[in-house]
């Protein structure tokens, strides 16, 4: 089943945002995503950044800078998005393992040229912002105080099947 | 047109190409260990899809937090006992047995030339060292790999990193990778194979080559690879010797892995370290790096010696050898947790564990433990660390701890003085 790619969005201002940051070593020992859910980005130190905040616990969608999940192959830190209701990361661009394993679930890791993110980051300065990201247009649409810029991004034809298939334990299974 | 060894292996693994620049290979080694493994066991059980693709091709063990130290871990390690025994699988470590995956699957001869290893842990690279590729991976592409022995990749293109000249005495593959990472940057390898080549490389010891491979993932590569010569046959002939009439024989086929004299690069750096000095990290990234000379004097709390990238014996030998006859500072804990038992071992035979006990050094047993803050020596906050280990972020070995990464000779030196110290300077 189709994850949800919509929803109030939280802005990250800064590059190699790590999944030791993202999910610290010592909820390893949980052995369900579930478990995690209180603890998403518990060690991020950032200004104006309250990892028990509101706008964290409304946040649907995360934008961020260069290098998102580098560190750890933990899929911990894509869980600990997905059980919080965060199934959309936007980035400039991802460490390799962490994008595998969003896609992996089912999620969308989004990049968006510099650019864009910029945008993005410019109209959290306007207030709440809401994407909505429509996968098969590939275009996303950002909605602050009424109005709306649309962006469009590139997405491969695998990860997109994995996306479809609701990830990649179902797209193996059915063709491997 | 000429191909990378990460190419050969793509080519000669290659199982389906689902999309265009999508490769999913056969995999030869599917690794597991009790953090990452549990939930990929609970999902295939929920899916009615509990078996495993080859209980031979997939080994396991029990590393992270070992012994258990709590009911969470004790139930971590359970499920991945469990599981390894209704299986069969025909390699799994446990107690008695068990040490850091890295350091352990090598030793035992699981990696050879031209495997595809995948494992739930991003320091897999390590494998590399031996001319495989070796990718960490998350849960999801283990589980896939357990009920499958397949995984997918964009195929990487691949950054040469020639490494020239002649390391100088007190300076080691960890002061090399630790400068190639401050170069590269934290992502500069993303989406890359890493190739270490040269004359410093060809010189290197399996150890070494491995400590090399290890930090790859720390600027982002998918794997670490060196080319399979004399050095890999001689560590792994008891190994292979049934395969090969002569180690000269191996030698010859293993080079049809080595990449060609006209293989394409995404890039190709040349350093010449022969004028490297020992290198540390500062601020909570593995490129942030400077020489030690330039951190020296800077005080630490504890001192930690072990994990996948700095536990084996030449690492332990190298300390010891500083530490041999000395005593580290009072302000200082000193924990040394050797890789695997037969490291423990050899290095109980060789006097070494004496050296560091006589030291002030703690021993443990083999576990990553304090590497990521998970046991056997997390730091309080406001402490700091030096460690041999590979990753230096914000909390990585205890909440609001600092940790500055560095090598074994330098560790120890700096055992002594209670400060970041050259351990040429003693």
Redesign the interface.
């Given at each position: 089943m189709q994850k949800i790619f919509k929803g109030a969005t939280i802005f990250l201002d800064r590059s190699d945002i790590n999944t030791d940051e993202i999910i610290p070593a010592k909820y390893l020992t949980e052995v369900t995503k579930e478990a995690l859910q209180p603890y998403m980005l518990e060690d991020l130190k950032l200004e104006g950044f309250d990892p028990n905040g509101e706008e964290l616990a409304n946040a649907r969608v995360v934008v961020s800078r260069q290098n998102f999940g580098c560190g750890s192959s933990r899929e911990h830190a894509p869980w600990v998005f997905e059980v919080n209701g965060v199934h959309t990361i936007i980035a400039e661009s991802y460490a390799r393992i962490f994008r595998q394993n969003m896609f992996n679930g089912g999620m969308l890791a989004i990049e968006l040229p510099a650019g864009d993110i910029d945008k993005l980051f410019g109209l959290g300065k306007l207030g709440r912002v809401v994407v909505d990201v429509d996968l098969d247009a590939q275009t996303i649409a950002a909605t602050v105080g009424g109005n709306i810029t649309n962006f469009s991004f590139a997405i491969s034809e695998f990860d997109k099947a994995l996306v479809e298939a609701g990830g990649w334990v179902e797209f193996a299974d059915e063709r491997y | 047109m000429g191909k990378t060894i990460a190419e050969k292996i793509f080519a000669s693994h290659l199982?389906?190409e689902?999309?265009?620049?999508?490769k999913?290979l056969a995999i030869d080694r599917v690794l597991c260990h009790e953090?990452?493994t549990?939930?990929a066991i609970?999902?295939l059980e929920s899916?009615g899809?509990d078996r495993v693709f080859d209980n031979t091709k997939i080994k396991a063990v029990i590393d992270?937090?070992t012994p258990s130290k709590?009911s969470?871990?004790a139930?971590?390690a359970k499920?991945l006992r469990d599981w390894a025994r209704r299986h069969d699988l025909k390699d799994f470590f446990d107690v008695g047995h068990n040490g850091v995956c890295h350091a352990l699957f090598p030793e035992k001869g699981f990696i050879h030339p031209g495997f595809t290893v995948i494992m739930?842990?991003?320091h897999?690279c390590t494998h590399g060292a031996f001319g495989a590729f070796a990718a960490?991976?998350?849960?999801?592409?283990l589980?896939?790999g357990i009920?499958?022995g397949?995984c997918?990749f964009?195929e990487p293109a691949t950054i040469r990193v020639n490494l020239n000249g002649q390391l100088s005495a007190g300076v080691y593959a960890k002061d090399v990778i630790l400068f190639v990472i401050g170069q590269l940057g934290?992502?500069g390898a993303?989406?890359r194979v890493i190739e270490f080549a040269g004359s410093v490389v060809e010189q290197m010891s399996m150890e070494a080559r491995m400590t090399l491979c290890n930090m790859a993932i720390e600027a982002?590569g998918?794997s670490g690879i060196c080319m399979p010569d004399r050095v890999t046959v001689d560590y792994l002939w008891p190994f292979i010797q049934d395969q090969y009439a002569t180690p000269e024989e191996a030698v010859a086929d293993f080079a049809k892995w080595q990449s060609d004299a006209d293989a394409i690069y995404a890039q190709v750096l040349d350093f010449d370290v022969s004028a490297l000095e020992p290198q540390v990290t500062f601020d909570y990234?593995p490129d942030c790096v400077k020489s030690v000379a330039e951190l020296a004097g800077t005080a630490v709390d504890q001192v930690y010696i072990g994990t996948c990238t700095n536990g084996r014996i030449e690492d332990l030998r190298v300390a010891a050898a500083i530490l041999k006859g000395r005593k580290i500072a009072p302000t200082v804990r000193g924990i040394v947790s050797p890789a695997t038992p037969k490291i423990f071992s050899a290095a109980l035979d060789e006097g070494i564990i004496q050296i560091f006990m006589e030291a002030g050094f703690c021993v443990t047993n083999p576990t990553c433990g304090a590497c990521?803050?998970?046991s056997n020596g997390v730091l309080s906050a406001g402490e700091v660390c030096a460690s041999t280990s590979n990753?230096n972020?914000?909390?990585?070995m205890g909440?609001g701890g600092m940790v500055h990464l560095m090598s074994p000779a330098t560790a120890a030196a700096t055992a002594i003085t209670g400060v970041i110290t050259d351990a040429r300077s003693l």
């Amino acid at each position: 089943m189709q994850k949800i790619f919509k929803g109030a969005t939280i802005f990250l201002d800064r590059s190699d945002i790590n999944t030791d940051e993202i999910i610290p070593a010592k909820y390893l020992t949980e052995v369900t995503k579930e478990a995690l859910q209180p603890y998403m980005l518990e060690d991020l130190k950032l200004e104006g950044f309250d990892p028990n905040g509101e706008e964290l616990a409304n946040a649907r969608v995360v934008v961020s800078r260069q290098n998102f999940g580098c560190g750890s192959s933990r899929e911990h830190a894509p869980w600990v998005f997905e059980v919080n209701g965060v199934h959309t990361i936007i980035a400039e661009s991802y460490a390799r393992i962490f994008r595998q394993n969003m896609f992996n679930g089912g999620m969308l890791a989004i990049e968006l040229p510099a650019g864009d993110i910029d945008k993005l980051f410019g109209l959290g300065k306007l207030g709440r912002v809401v994407v909505d990201v429509d996968l098969d247009a590939q275009t996303i649409a950002a909605t602050v105080g009424g109005n709306i810029t649309n962006f469009s991004f590139a997405i491969s034809e695998f990860d997109k099947a994995l996306v479809e298939a609701g990830g990649w334990v179902e797209f193996a299974d059915e063709r491997y | 047109m000429g191909k990378t060894i990460a190419e050969k292996i793509f080519a000669s693994h290659l199982r389906d190409e689902p999309f265009e620049g999508t490769k999913v290979l056969a995999i030869d080694r599917v690794l597991c260990h009790e953090i990452t493994t549990p939930v990929a066991i609970a999902d295939l059980e929920s899916r009615g899809k509990d078996r495993v693709f080859d209980n031979t091709k997939i080994k396991a063990v029990i590393d992270h937090v070992t012994p258990s130290k709590d009911s969470k871990t004790a139930l971590q390690a359970k499920m991945l006992r469990d599981w390894a025994r209704r299986h069969d699988l025909k390699d799994f470590f446990d107690v008695g047995h068990n040490g850091v995956c890295h350091a352990l699957f090598p030793e035992k001869g699981f990696i050879h030339p031209g495997f595809t290893v995948i494992m739930g842990d991003s320091h897999t690279c390590t494998h590399g060292a031996f001319g495989a590729f070796a990718a960490g991976v998350g849960t999801t592409d283990l589980e896939v790999g357990i009920l499958k022995g397949v995984c997918a990749f964009r195929e990487p293109a691949t950054i040469r990193v020639n490494l020239n000249g002649q390391l100088s005495a007190g300076v080691y593959a960890k002061d090399v990778i630790l400068f190639v990472i401050g170069q590269l940057g934290v992502n500069g390898a993303t989406d890359r194979v890493i190739e270490f080549a040269g004359s410093v490389v060809e010189q290197m010891s399996m150890e070494a080559r491995m400590t090399l491979c290890n930090m790859a993932i720390e600027a982002g590569g998918t794997s670490g690879i060196c080319m399979p010569d004399r050095v890999t046959v001689d560590y792994l002939w008891p190994f292979i010797q049934d395969q090969y009439a002569t180690p000269e024989e191996a030698v010859a086929d293993f080079a049809k892995w080595q990449s060609d004299a006209d293989a394409i690069y995404a890039q190709v750096l040349d350093f010449d370290v022969s004028a490297l000095e020992p290198q540390v990290t500062f601020d909570y990234k593995p490129d942030c790096v400077k020489s030690v000379a330039e951190l020296a004097g800077t005080a630490v709390d504890q001192v930690y010696i072990g994990t996948c990238t700095n536990g084996r014996i030449e690492d332990l030998r190298v300390a010891a050898a500083i530490l041999k006859g000395r005593k580290i500072a009072p302000t200082v804990r000193g924990i040394v947790s050797p890789a695997t038992p037969k490291i423990f071992s050899a290095a109980l035979d060789e006097g070494i564990i004496q050296i560091f006990m006589e030291a002030g050094f703690c021993v443990t047993n083999p576990t990553c433990g304090a590497c990521l803050g998970m046991s056997n020596g997390v730091l309080s906050a406001g402490e700091v660390c030096a460690s041999t280990s590979n990753r230096n972020f914000n909390g990585r070995m205890g909440k609001g701890g600092m940790v500055h990464l560095m090598s074994p000779a330098t560790a120890a030196a700096t055992a002594i003085t209670g400060v970041i110290t050259d351990a040429r300077s003693l």
